[in-house]
């Protein structure tokens, strides 16, 4: 039986897979070995989490498929993604391009399946105010994670511009600490609000759902 390996940037990638998308997959019944690790940047040193380039994403997706009996996703945000990348484009609307140059890459191996999250992770907390209302305290803070949400009914819309980027927008509310809040706020929405608001991070699910179902 093959086991399913998410190749994700960083710790809250991790949380997110391990704490929400393996018990979700194992509640549909998936009982396969499941876990996510993070990217080798310095083998040497060995340094994880980011992608700093597509050498050191391939070097990892290649690593991790020789070791043989495995499907492997990923998990990384197109926000700053290294434009080195096949199929690189700047337009978020484009990514499939970007995925779909990765399989070509890798001979479309049918165990591998690329994802890039759009923008980036913390667009799936935009998914319902829960979360936030354990993090922020401050009327007026909430006030603008509302507006937020009332301008994007698809969190994934919330755009990739170096100052408006989901995390950047949190960091700038309420000095959003990636690992700590991210990890509170995840726990409070739960997959199925994520599922429900993020048409591309559900369209995913549904393909790995489809692959071990075969």
């Not at 980011?50 to 009996?69: C, H, I, M, P």
């Not at 690189?88 to 999250?117: A, M, V």
Request: charged share 30%; hydrophobic share 35%; proline share 5%.
């Amino acid at each position: 039986m093959k086991r399913l390996v998410f190749i994700v940037e960083g710790d809250t990638e991790i949380i997110l897979v391990q704490k929400h998308i393996v018990p979700y997959l194992i509640r549909l019944g998936f009982t396969i070995s499941m876990h996510a690790q993070t990217i080798i940047t310095n083998r040497k040193q060995y340094k994880k989490g980011g992608v700093t380039d597509y050498a050191k994403f391939k070097s990892e997706v290649t690593r991790t498929l020789a070791q043989g009996n495995v499907i492997i996703t990923t998990l990384i945000d197109f926000f700053r993604l290294p434009n080195d990348f096949p199929g690189y484009t700047t337009d978020s609307l484009l990514i499939h391009q970007i995925e779909d140059s990765i399989h070509e890459d890798f001979g479309r191996n049918p165990d591998f399946i690329p994802y890039i999250q759009r923008h980036e992770l913390e667009a799936l907390m935009f998914s319902g105010r829960d979360g936030f209302e354990l993090v922020i305290d401050k009327s007026d803070q909430l006030a603008k994670i509302d507006e937020i949400l009332k301008t994007y009914p698809n969190p994934e819309d919330i755009n990739n511009n170096p100052e408006t980027a989901p995390s950047k927008r949190l960091i700038k509310i309420f000095g959003y600490d990636k690992t700590g809040d991210g990890e509170l706020i995840l726990e409070m929405i739960g997959i199925d609000q994520m599922l429900e608001k993020c048409p591309r991070f559900k369209e995913w699910i549904e393909k790995l759902i489809q692959k071990l179902s075969e």
